[in-house]
C-alpha cells in the first residue's frame, strides 16, 4: 500500500454465533482464516479485507455500525478501493493475494437497507494467503 496503513481488528466467525468475534491476533494458512467457520470453503473468499472507509461511508449516510458488522476478518485503517485482482499486502508474517472485490450479500440489507446502494463499490477485497502467517492487531501492512 502507498501510506503506512496498520490493522484495526480482526474478526472470525464462529458457528450459531450472528457476529463476528474479535481476536487479538488470525493464523492463516492457504485454506483460510484457522479457526473460522468459512475456513477451506471458497478458495476466491478466504479473508474478507474491509476498511474504516466503509464505515466511515455507511454513518455518513445514517447507518451506525460496529466494527465487524460488514464481515470482515481484518479491518484497516485506510482505504482499499485501489486493490486489484493480483495485488499482494505483507500483514504480520503472512503475505495475502487479492482474489476480488467482495460482492454485496443479502445480510447487508438486514442491517440496514441503505447499505447495498451505499457500499456498492466500497464493501471490501476478498484475499488469500499465499504465505501463512500471523496478523495481529495493529500491524503494519506493506
Given amino acids: 500500500m502507498s501510506v503506512e496503513s496498520r490493522v484495526l481488528a480482526l474478526f472470525i466467525s464462529i458457528d450459531n454465533e450472528k457476529r463476528r468475534v474479535a481476536k487479538e491476533k488470525l493464523e492463516l494458512d492457504e485454506m483460510g482464516v484457522i479457526e473460522d467457520k468459512f475456513y477451506a470453503k471458497n478458495i476466491n473468499r478466504l479473508v474478507l479485507i474491509t476498511s474504516a472507509t466503509a464505515y466511515a461511508l455507511a454513518k455518513s449516510n445514517g447507518v451506525e455500525l460496529e466494527y465487524g458488522s460488514l464481515g470482515e476478518n481484518i479491518l484497516i485503517d485506510q482505504n482499499i478501493n485501489h486493490l486489484s485482482v493480483g495485488d499482494r499486502l505483507k500483514i504480520g508474517d503472512a503475505v495475502l ?42 500491524d503494519i501492512i506493506i
Fill in 97 to 138: 493475494e487479492i482474489t476480488q472485490n467482495c460482492t454485496l450479500c443479502n445480510g447487508l440489507s438486514l442491517l440496514d437497507p441503505k447499505l447495498p446502494e451505499v457500499l456498492k463499490n466500497d464493501r471490501g477485497v476478498f484475499a488469500k494467503a499465499i504465505i501463512s502467517g500471523t496478523i495481529k492487531k495493529d
